[in-house]
């Protein structure tokens, strides 16, 4: 299969206020960033509060949303299922100020939630680093593996590796669990951080199987 290496960028929800000179500036509240990844079988819409986020378009399966502004601290999340105004899942969640995480959905239910700090100290050295999320709930454990050498063995559903540091350049980069391996070859670069993900369950063919995914972060 054919890795897709996805790079996040920031889609800023907020709204730019014009004043006079003389005006106070008003106060802006501490924000965080947080990016969705829908690894489930179902379109779904993100909200803040009660005000959607994902105004450009609807996170479809295997899309990703790119960093989204949210106020940090606690505030209350809601997932929408595609065309019902119903909240599929109601999600608290506390985030630092100034920080970006990840949120992987495979299921509009919070056994099936993965949040993931993405404040990654990317070593400036002739490196990369890559870390591994399984976000694939019929896949227990899952092992990577970077030019037939293991990297990450019998990660659990959910687990989030530590970092990791390689050697950048074109590598095999091979993913193995439920009886399955998808492998293909990947570019590096150095002073870039990745995150590799699996999804999908391994007793479907075709969309909906088990695969893995990149984000450069």
Excluded: H, W
Excluded at 8 to 20: D, G, K, M, N, R
Excluded at 201 to 217: E, L, M, V
């Amino acid at each position: 299969m054919k890795f897709k290496v996805t790079v996040i960028v920031l889609a800023v929800v907020a709204a730019l206020v014009s004043c006079q000179d003389e005006d106070v500036a008003p106060t802006v509240p501490p924000s965080a960033a947080i990016s969705l990844v829908n690894v489930s079988a179902r379109s779904f819409n993100f909200f803040m509060n009660g005000t959607r986020l994902n105004n450009t378009s609807t996170i479809y399966p295997d899309g990703i949303s790119g960093y989204l502004e949210v106020y940090s601290g606690r505030q209350n999340y809601q997932f929408k299922n595609d065309g019902s105004a119903e909240v599929g899942l109601a999600l608290p969640l506390s985030l630092d100020s100034a920080k970006s995480y990840t949120l992987f959905a495979a299921a509009l239910d919070t056994a099936n939630i993965i949040l993931v700090n993405d404040d990654l100290t990317v070593d400036t050295g002739n490196v990369a680093m890559i870390r591994f999320v399984n976000a694939s709930p019929k896949v227990n454990p899952v092992a990577l593996s970077l030019n037939d050498t293991t990297k990450v063995n019998a990660a659990a559903y959910r687990s989030v590796s530590d970092l990791i540091r390689i050697t950048p350049g074109i590598k095999k980069l091979s993913v193995t669990g439920g009886g399955k391996t998808v492998s293909d070859s990947v570019t590096f670069t150095r002073g870039n951080a990745y995150t590799i993900y699996t999804k999908g369950d391994p007793a479907i063919t075709g969309d909906g199987g088990f695969s893995a995914d990149i984000i450069q972060n």
